[in-house]
Structures are given as structure tokens and as C-alpha cells.
């Protein structure tokens, strides 16, 4: 008789052989016969559920040892790999219930005949041995086909086995995707622990490698094993009542049972370096696996007594990582066979998880880095202006971008500041973020005029590739005459905030984006008051998805107007505070790119606390240039400073005026610090050395590298200037 098996097609029937219960002999009480050694056997029974009789065992399994009465196959038939011959020789044992075309089932082949599937191979997983158990039942009718005796179980299918099948499978479904949900080592770990404790045991030792190597490392010593995390039921709290104290407050373990060294080093040859090599999960009873645990918990620590374990090696991509224990206190059912599968499948996760989350914050790591190195790490003290700077990347995962601002120090107290957006938010694009910000860094030492500072990077663009655009604001501001110089290149235009809560937004010609190539570059003067307040940002501030760039900075303007006022008229707004009050007109949609900001205050510096003067280029010009000097100090009441004054200034003139065909400038500048400067015509920098006792001169600069607390010279367009600063009484 045969019939239409649900789920196949027209083409494929299944026969039924008859089944007879004459002659089967009853199960011998004891342990059961070990599992095929390609994992046929997926489950051990627990000895109070084996049967005692050979009614109540039933029928024995498909696929297995059978009657006489059932016809061997046809000769002629080729077999399948791991057929029927090969299982047949296995003692008729409980097993998973079959599903729909698995172990136990026979299917059709080309000649219409059935012929059994091969056996579950080694390393199954739970999901995959107990899918058909938990399918069995519903979908073949009892007594039709299916073997299924009155109860509606599979033969040789203990009561309660598919449902424990069942509940295996659930459990490890949810174990490893709340394992999957960390992206870090510790909430990998902490996910195991807390997905095991207390369903599948009453504690755990997580322990890994110290250090965590990094995909092709290769491990300079012997393996370090560090307990990372442990975990296990708590006791219940004071004030309950003993009966109503669950099986936590039952299991033998303190927190000093759980105790082990922070450190463990794998002998080579050792009883853990043989487990760790074998990879599978073993029972504490397993040859080997008491000597490996001992050295694992260190000497003199043991499992305490009845507790049962599993040893779990964490096995990643190329290594092993680290190693798990599983333990439960003996008020609890004992470890199967079936649980070294899940024990497996956690620790496969668990491995996996960890390898792929060290390689993530490595990559992170390095990505941080090389964006941290291409910003400033702090932003200089120029004289007359305060500064402020904020970055945000475009997300958390990805903390690299082309966005980069600076603040360059300049001759004559002037200073640069700069704010530059390279498309895209990538290494590539920090990359060549890098590159610019070094070329701006070098043009700027040359005291360039802003738009051909942005010509030179317009052209390095070029040569790094045809399709490297970038957008960037140069701006040079001088706190003498109180002027700011503009240059741009495609970038949003800077906004100035006045001293009574006027907003604007600078006019300044937009010009094309670096990279384009052929284009000239045109920069305008403006009026940079004292108490003003300069902001350049990229267009991560203001343009988004929800808002295009000119909406963006009407409400940046709006803004800025709007927190001048809250500090009146005659006070600007604190700058960090500022820059935090300007971020906060982000909303939830407007991080679509990424941010850098740069906030200048314009204080300027007063004219009374300028001298300055121009000396024709002759011997005379050192004896008037220290009786300017003298006259400068005693006017602002530094007379105590008059004496290193009169030197450094004659010998830097001096200097100057040996080589010099134009006139020579002198200009003195009080702030907190007392800065003279000394200008002409020639390019030449002037080095500081050694002179020998028979020379006449070349002692200059070593007086003033001795008294001066900071001195250098700086190259211009049309000359050099040499500056020294001494502090103030």
C-alpha cells in the first residue's frame, strides 16, 4: 500500500514496510551504547525514562537494527553513503524524532523504489537534529505511514524527548542572537552569561586570550587565558521565607568556589592545551578533562563537589581565543550528550562573535587615530583673537571624514584660520583631507595672500587626482588695523556676529571648489571689530536632507542673533558656550554629513599699545631704533625691560640693515608679553651658530636666543621678518 507523502511531488511515494514486534528482546538496563562516531545519535536517554519491556519500547526505529521481517533491499540498488547497512549495526537506541526527508525516513529514488537517508552527520546542530522532532507528530496522521503508534509518537521516541528536542532548539535560537547583539568582546561575553545563566547552567567562567590577537597576528608566546567575566544564580534576599527559596538559594556556589587566577598560561603538551586543541566540548568526566580544569582554575581551586561541568573551548577564525565552563549543582538533571551540541553551538557564536568585534575596534581604533592626527589636538594662543573648535563625524561607526579646520600663526601677530570640507566621510577622504591641511600648514609659513593659498591647493588637488574635490574658507585676520582677509572656494560663507547681536552673513565671491583646476580665486578686505565673533563651518551644519544649504544659514544666523541677545548689548557670548549653542540647532534628520567649526573673537589689540616705525637703511639706524625702543617702554611704564630691549633691538637691526636696500620696519607690541619685531627686504633667514673666539661677529643671535623667551624668523612674500618676545615685569 502505498500513498502520497504531504510536502512531495507526484512523482515520489513512500512504501511502508510492515513491522513486527515478535522476537524483539527488552533494552538491558545500563548506559547506553555510545553514539555513531559521525554523530548519528543526537541524544542519550535518561535511565528512568528506558523502557522495561518490549511493548513498552516499541517498534524499533527506521534506519537502524530491524526484525527479519523486514525485506532487505533490492539487489542491484546502490546504497547511499551512510545507509541502512552502516546503521543497522547500531543497537535499536531512543533518537529525534525524523522530520520530513531525514534519518529515519525512507524517499524514492529514480527507480521508484525507498531507500533510507544517510544519518546525521557530526556537528549537527540542535537546530537541525531536533527540527524534525518537533514537526513529526503534526504532520504525518497517526497510523498512516508514519510508524506512530496509538500515542502519536515516533517508534523508539521516548515520552518527552521531541519536547526537550524542542525546547533545545528554542533555547539556542535565543542564546545566539542575544549573543549576536554585541559589538564588543564584553558584550559578547556578558550576552553568553547572561543567555546560559540559569537556563542551561547554574554558573559559567568565561575566560580569553590575553591579548586578543587581531586576524593574521600571530602570537608572539605561549597562550594567555584571562577570566574575563563570571556569572552565576544569586542567592535570594534576606526576609523571604525558606519555602518559598527557589533553586538558587539551593546550589552550593559562593563567590570564592567561583574564584580563579586572573592569569592562566597553556603548557604546551599540557592537559588544557590538548582540550583546546580538540575544540569540541567535553565533560569533566572525559579523559584528560580534570587535569585541564585544574589548570584552568588554578592550584588548589577545584569544581566544587557534585557540581557537573562542561568544558567549552572558543574557537575563532584562526584560533583558539579562549574557553568556557558550564556548571550546574547537582540538584539539577546532568549534562547530555545533547548538550555538548549546544554547548558547541554558544561557543561557536560566542568565538566568532568576538573575533569579528576585536577586528571592528581595531579598525575603529586606527580610524580614530588617523582622524585624530590630521585635527589639531589644540588650537594655538594667537595675540588679539580667542578661539574655539568643535568636530562631530557623521555617525559613531564611522568617526573618519574629509571636514578639518586650523588656526596658523602668522608674522606680524596675525594669524590664518581655515575650514576645509573633502567630499565624502571615509579613510580615503581623511586621507586626503591630510594632505591639504600640510599644504595649507606650508603655504601659510610663506605668508601668501589667501586666494593663492587656495590657487597652490587647487593645484595639489590636481596632481593627488582627478577626482579629488574639496571646498575650503582661508581667511587672515589682523588684530593692528582690526581687518580680516577672505578667500573661498566653493564653501559656505562665514557669518559675523557683532558686539549688539547683529548676525551676518559675509559676502565673499563663492568661487569653484578645489580641484576643478583653471580657476582664479578672489579675496576681499573687510572689517573684523573688536568683540566681533567670526564662525566658518562646513555644510554638515547646514544643509541636510530635511533643509537645503540657504535655510540652513538663515537659522544659523537666527541663531547666533538670538544667543547674542540672551548676554546683552555690551557682552558677546561666552565661545565654547557658543559653539555647544550652535550645535544644538542640529535636529534628529540633519546629521547627514560631517561637522567641523571653528569660532574666532576678535579682541583685537588697542593702538596705544603699538609702536611702530620705518629706518632708512645706514649705520645710523641701530642707535635710533634703541632710542624708539627706550621711548616705547617708558610710555607704558616698562622701564625695567629697557636694557635687554636696547641690546636685541641693535643687534637684529644691525643685522638687517647690512643687507637690507629698502627701509627697515621696528615694531613694538605690548599684550602679555612684550613681542618686538624687525622687517626688511631680504628673504635670506638668518641662522643661529657658533662663532670662534677670533671672529668679529656672528653673536647676534646668541644674545638673542639667551635672553629672549622666544624668538624665530618668518619668511614673507617680500622679505623676512625676525621677532622676539621677552615677558612682562
Not at 525514562?49 to 517498534?59: D, H, I, T
Request: hydrophobic share 35%; aromatic share 4%; glycine share 10%.
Amino acid at each position: 500500500m502505498t500513498r502520497r507523502s504531504p510536502g512531495r511531488t507526484d512523482s515520489t511515494r513512500v512504501t511502508e514496510h510492515p513491522t513486527s514486534h515478535e522476537g524483539r528482546q527488552p533494552r538491558a538496563a545500563g548506559p547506553t551504547a555510545p553514539a555513531e562516531r559521525r554523530g548519528a545519535r543526537l541524544r542519550t536517554p535518561d535511565p528512568a525514562e528506558a523502557p522495561e519491556s518490549p511493548e513498552q519500547a516499541g517498534p524499533p526505529e527506521r534506519g537502524r537494527a530491524k526484525d527479519a521481517s523486514v525485506p532487505p533491499p533490492a539487489k542491484g540498488r546502490r546504497r547511499r553513503k551512510g545507509g541502512s547497512r552502516r546503521a543497522a549495526a547500531l543497537p535499536a537506541q531512543d533518537s529525534p524524532a525524523p522530520a520530513k526527508g531525514s534519518g529515519g525516513r525512507r524517499r524514492s529514488g529514480r527507480s521508484g523504489r525507498s531507500e533510507p537517508d544517510a544519518p546525521v552527520e557530526h556537528g549537527a546542530t540542535p537546530a537541525q537534529a531536533g527540527s524534525g522532532a518537533a514537526r513529526g507528530s503534526r504532520e504525518e496522521p497517526p497510523g498512516r505511514g508514519t510508524g506512530l503508534g496509538d500515542g502519536g509518537q515516533v517508534p523508539g521516541q521516548l515520552p518527552g524527548t521531541a519536547r526537550r528536542d524542542g525546547d533545545r532548539l528554542r533555547f539556542v535560537g535565543a542564546a545566539t542572537r542575544r549573543i549576536a547583539r554585541g559589538i564588543d568582546p564584553d558584550e559578547i561575553v556578558m550576552g553568553l552569561c547572561r543567555a546560559t545563566v540559569p537556563t542551561f547552567s547554574d554558573a559559567i567562567l568565561v575566560y580569553l586570550s590575553d591579548p586578543l590577537l587581531v586576524g593574521d597576528e600571530r602570537p608572539t608566546g605561549p597562550l594567555v587565558l584571562r577570566l574575563r567575566r563570571t556569572d552565576r544564580l544569586r542567592h535570594l534576599g534576606e526576609g523571604e521565607d525558606e519555602g518559598d527559596q527557589s533553586l538558587a538559594a539551593q546550589i552550593p556556589l559562593s563567590p570564592e568556589a567561583l574564584l580563579s587566577p586572573e592569569l592562566c598560561e597553556v603548557r604546551p603538551g599540557g592537559a588544557l592545551a590538548e582540550v583546546l586543541r580538540g575544540v569540541r566540548p567535553v565533560f569533566s568526566e572525559a579523559p584528560g578533562a580534570q587535569d585541564a580544569l585544574a589548570e584552568l582554575l588554578g592550584e588548589g581551586r577545584t569544581v566544587p563537589g557534585g557540581m557537573r561541568t562542561v568544558l567549552a573551548p572558543l574557537r575563532g577564525r584562526r584560533r583558539v581565543i579562549g574557553a568556557a565552563v558550564f556548571l550546574r549543582s547537582p540538584d539539577r538533571p546532568a549534562f547530555e550528550q545533547d548538550d555538548l551540541l549546544v554547548a558547541a553551538q554558544l561557543a561557536t557564536h560566542s568565538a566568532l562573535g568576538i573575533d569579528k568585534a576585536v577586528l571592528y575596534g581595531r579598525e575603529a581604533y586606527i580610524a580614530d587615530e588617523l582622524q585624530r592626527t590630521m585635527l589639531p589636538e589644540t588650537l594655538p594662543k594667537a595675540t588679539g583673537v580667542r578661539l574655539a573648535s568643535r568636530y562631530l563625524p557623521a555617525a559613531e561607526t564611522a568617526r573618519v571624514g574629509g571636514d578639518w579646520y586650523d588656526a596658523i600663526p602668522l608674522p606680524g601677530s596675525r594669524v590664518a584660520l581655515v575650514v576645509g570640507d573633502v567630499m565624502g566621510h571615509s579613510m580615503t577622504s581623511a586621507a586626503i583631507m591630510g594632505q591639504l591641511r600640510t599644504t595649507a600648514q606650508t603655504l601659510a609659513g610663506l605668508d601668501l595672500p589667501p586666494q593663492e593659498v587656495l590657487h597652490h591647493l587647487d593645484e595639489q588637488a590636481q596632481r593627488l587626482g582627478s577626482d579629488r574635490m574639496a571646498t575650503c574658507v582661508y581667511a587672515v585676520y589682523d588684530p593692528v588695523s582690526h581687518r580680516i582677509t577672505v578667500a573661498n572656494a566653493g564653501h559656505p560663507p562665514p557669518v559675523l556676529l557683532h558686539l549688539g547681536g547683529r548676525a551676518e552673513v559675509l559676502r565673499v565671491p563663492p568661487g569653484a571648489p578645489i580641484g576643478v583646476g583653471g580657476v582664479d580665486f578672489e579675496a576681499v578686505e573687510l572689517d573684523a571689530p573688536a568683540g566681533a565673533t567670526l564662525l566658518l563651518y562646513t555644510d554638515g551644519l547646514v544643509e541636510s536632507r530635511l533643509r537645503d544649504v540657504w535655510t540652513g544659514i538663515e537659522q544659523l544666523r537666527e541663531r547666533l542673533a538670538a544667543t547674542a541677545r540672551l548676554t546683552g548689548p555690551d557682552h558677546p557670548p561666552p565661545l565654547e558656550a557658543l559653539c555647544d549653542d550652535v550645535l544644538d540647532m542640529l535636529g534628529p534628520g540633519d546629521r547627514d554629513d560631517d561637522i567641523a567649526l571653528l569660532a574666532a573673537r576678535f579682541d583685537g589689540i588697542a593702538p596705544s599699545d603699538v609702536a611702530y616705525w620705518f629706518l632708512d637703511p645706514d649705520p645710523a639706524a641701530p642707535g635710533r631704533a634703541r632710542r624708539l625702543a627706550r621711548a616705547a617702554l617708558a610710555r607704558w611704564g616698562l622701564e625695567e625691560l629697557t636694557d635687554s630691549v636696547e641690546l636685541l633691538v641693535s643687534e637684529v637691526v644691525t643685522n638687517a640693515v647690512r643687507y637690507a636696500s629698502r627701509p627697515v620696519t621696528l615694531r613694538l607690541l605690548r599684550t602679555d608679553v612684550l613681542r618686538v619685531e624687525v622687517g626688511d627686504d631680504v628673504p635670506q633667514l638668518p641662522r643661529l651658530r657658533q662663532a670662534r673666539a677670533t671672529d668679529e661677529g656672528g653673536r647676534g643671535l646668541y644674545l638673542v636666543n639667551r635672553v629672549a623667551r622666544r624668538w624665530d624668523a618668518t619668511r614673507l612674500s617680500n622679505g623676512k621678518v625676525v621677532w622676539f618676545e621677552l615677558p612682562m615685569p
